[in-house]
């Protein structure tokens, strides 16, 4: 696994197991939430500080983004939030 793979891997291992919402996340360690999905797409490749302020913000040490999970161990699940509900249309007339 390359090391924007393990950084994604981590990212989202840590973020799913402390509840704390993908959003939130961002908003804590001052990026835009997409930016952050994009890191945990593996579609970014973040800067060493942007990773120390994640790191910070999720209170560990920045090694541990670099951590090899455990042979055989299955991808984080995304938190599930629900989906919001369709909106109504309203005939006007």
């Keep these: 696994m390359n090391a924007r793979a393990l950084v994604a ?8 197991e402390r509840g704390i919402p ?8 001052g990026i835009d939430r997409s930016h952050m999905g994009r890191i945990e797409q593996k579609k970014e490749n ?3 500080d942007l990773l120390d302020r994640i790191a910070a913000t999720l209170g560990i040490h920045l090694s541990e983004l670099f ?21 109504q249309c309203r005939n006007r007339k």
């Excluded at 891997?9 to 799913?16: A, K, L, P, T």
């Excluded at 042979?71 to 909106?87: C, D, Q, T, Y």
Aim: proline fraction near 15%.
């Design 46 to 48: 973040p800067t060493i």
């Design 9 to 16: 891997w981590n990212v989202r291992r840590i973020r799913v």
């Design 67 to 87: 951590a090899e999970p455990a042979r055989g161990a299955v991808p984080p699940k995304p938190m599930s939030r629900g989906r919001k509900p369709a909106r």
């Design 22 to 29: 993908q959003d939130q996340l961002a908003y804590d360690a």
